[in-house]
């Protein structure tokens, strides 16, 4: 017996051991962003074309605060936040900021990339078109990318032309978006309780009939 636990007792302390030297590989849960990695022409084109939207233009107003706030300039700021979010806004944005740091004015640099967009959606509308018997839906979603490019380029004018402080506009023009989001959603819901209210009648109107009205009528006949 005691040569036995003087036995298990060895290889306990060899396995530990061995555990403890062994060279341990370490994989990461996130994969790497290394400079090399280019997306595929389906992946960006896909994130280009996915329709715009207030919180996306939230996104990255707040994105070129902090962005701004640490003492990048407007340029940078616009080109590595646009990028990062993507979509049709966030596309005209790092148009708007590789073009500006390539020696582009202002105003040209804004109406290329609110050209070019006009022109992409035109693209993909002719396609729609063509797959949908006439039906355009892509019209409203650029319409609405060049809205919130618009959008902006007026919150960052005053910072680029007479230098001010670009914090405040910035947050101002997110609590607007975030004002006219909501004030959009409750006129969108008193819509719906009264297309609700006619539907809703209906139904209770035949059940008041039966339960209410024809039972009375029978009592005073009887």
């Given at each position: 017996?005691?040569?036995?636990?003087?036995?298990v007792?060895?290889?306990?302390?060899?396995?530990?051991?061995?555990?403890?030297?062994?060279?341990?590989?370490?994989?990461?849960?996130?994969?790497?962003?290394?400079?090399?990695?280019?997306q595929?022409?389906?992946?960006?084109?896909?994130?280009?074309?996915?329709?715009?939207?207030v919180?996306?233009t939230?996104?990255i107003?707040?994105?070129?605060?902090?962005?701004?706030?640490?003492?990048?300039?407007?340029?940078?700021?616009c080109?590595?936040?646009?990028a990062?979010?993507?979509?049709?806004?966030?596309?005209?944005?790092?148009?708007?900021?590789?073009?500006?740091q390539?020696?582009?004015?202002?105003?040209?640099?804004?109406h290329?990339?609110?050209?070019?967009q006009?022109?992409h959606?035109?693209?993909?509308?002719?396609?729609?078109?063509?797959?949908?018997?006439?039906?355009?839906?892509?019209?409203?979603?650029?319409?609405t990318?060049?809205?919130?490019?618009?959008?902006?380029?007026?919150?960052?004018?005053?910072?680029?032309?007479?230098?001010?402080?670009?914090?405040?506009?910035?947050?101002?023009?997110?609590?607007?978006?975030?004002?006219?989001?909501?004030s959009?959603?409750?006129r969108?819901?008193?819509?719906?309780?009264?297309?609700?209210?006619?539907?809703?009648?209906?139904?209770?109107?035949p059940?008041?009939?039966?339960?209410?009205?024809?039972?009375?009528?029978?009592?005073f006949?009887?």
């Amino acid at each position: 017996m005691a040569g036995d636990g003087a036995w298990v007792a060895a290889v306990s302390c060899a396995l530990a051991v061995w555990l403890r030297l062994r060279p341990r590989v370490i994989h990461n849960r996130l994969p790497s962003a290394r400079a090399d990695d280019v997306q595929t022409d389906d992946c960006a084109r896909e994130r280009q074309d996915s329709p715009a939207d207030v919180l996306q233009t939230m996104l990255i107003l707040r994105l070129l605060r902090v962005a701004l706030t640490q003492g990048s300039s407007i340029p940078a700021a616009c080109e590595v936040v646009g990028a990062a979010v993507g979509g049709g806004v966030g596309t005209a944005v790092a148009r708007v900021g590789n073009m500006m740091q390539r020696g582009v004015t202002w105003s040209d640099a804004w109406h290329i990339a609110e050209h070019e967009q006009s022109d992409h959606g035109t693209q993909i509308g002719s396609n729609s078109i063509a797959s949908n018997h006439g039906i355009n839906p892509t019209d409203a979603n650029t319409t609405t990318v060049l809205a919130y490019i618009a959008v902006i380029r007026s919150a960052l004018e005053p910072s680029w032309k007479h230098g001010d402080a670009p914090g405040i506009q910035l947050e101002s023009t997110v609590e607007q978006l975030d004002r006219d989001a909501r004030s959009a959603i409750e006129r969108d819901a008193a819509k719906l309780s009264v297309k609700l209210l006619l539907p809703t009648g209906l139904c209770f109107l035949p059940a008041f009939i039966m339960i209410g009205v024809i039972p009375s009528i029978i009592s005073f006949v009887m």
